[in-house]
């Protein structure tokens, strides 16, 4: 039975995390909001008799099983997908992980909408210029020596006892969109953080992956996501 993949249909979303897991793996998967229309996703979203809702997506129905989150998808999928070690620390480790990504691509996100998300950009400019300074500055570099760090004690080629896991393909997606929405700092910090780099690299490079980015499966990013390109951001 082919995994239900609900997210954004226009927009890459917290949903292309999981996207680049099920693409690795060549899981069988319906992308639903994609092929059906955003109806087919708010019909679950906005269903008041579903027990255990999803608050938002992405989300996931697996057989009987729907979850949320994209973290907890990742943590559902991995053993299924071969994506994750069979040592429960290692596991854990990888949630751990992949939180610690979920936190930094909040970060990326408030940088254009810091006051509130029910604001458009547009009336939120000047506090969005402020935190997106202090993101460039301060949390981009911090990040990232942190995925270093963890690369470096790993081996440099994964982040977690040296064989591909989710949490790789994940931060090549989260890589990959500060490359675009602030491409002079991570010019610059890239230099200082190199196995990410490579790794960000090894990912776009395996054979799978690149057949995904170069389909019509792969969105862009766009300026209606989370990775949006300011130009005045790094002014």
Same mark, same amino acid.
């Given at each position: 039975m082919a995994y239900e993949l609900y997210d954004w249909p226009t927009i890459q979303g917290r949903g292309e995390f999981v996207r680049l897991a099920l693409e690795e793996a060549d899981a069988d998967y319906v992308d639903v909001a994609r092929e059906a229309g955003r109806p087919a996703m708010m019909r679950i979203?906005?269903?008041?008799?579903?027990?255990?809702?999803? /608050?938002?997506?992405? /989300?996931?129905?697996? !057989?009987?099983?729907?979850? !949320? +989150? *994209?973290?907890a998808i990742l943590l559902q999928l991995g053993p299924k997908l071969g994506l994750v070690g069979v040592d429960p620390a290692d596991r854990l480790w990888t949630h751990q992980i992949q939180l610690t990504i979920a936190d930094m691509v909040a970060e990326a996100h408030d940088t254009h909408h810091p006051v509130a998300l029910s604001l458009t950009y547009e009336k939120q400019t000047p506090e969005a210029a402020r935190r997106a300074g202090d993101f460039c500055r301060n949390r981009i570099?911090?990040? %990232?020596?942190?995925?270093?760090h963890l690369l470096g004690r790993a081996g440099g080629s994964h982040l977690v006892s040296g064989q591909l896991s989710y949490a790789d393909l994940s931060l090549f997606? %989260? @890589?990959? !969109?500060? %490359?675009?929405? /602030?491409?002079? *700092?991570?010019? !610059? @910090?890239?230099?200082?953080?190199? +196995? @990410?780099?490579? %790794?960000?690299d090894a990912v776009r490079q395996r054979p799978r992956i690149a057949t995904y980015l170069a389909s019509p499966r792969r969105l862009p990013f766009n300026e209606q996501g989370i990775f949006r390109r300011y130009p005045e951001f790094e002014a």
């Open positions: 979203l906005e269903d008041p008799d579903r027990p255990r809702p999803p /608050f938002a997506c992405p /989300f996931l129905k697996d !057989g009987d099983l729907m979850v !949320g +989150q *994209t973290a570099p911090e990040f %990232l020596a942190w995925f270093e997606q %989260l @890589v990959d !969109g500060l %490359l675009y929405a /602030f491409p002079k *700092t991570m010019g !610059g @910090v890239l230099g200082a953080s190199r +196995q @990410v780099a490579r %790794l960000h």
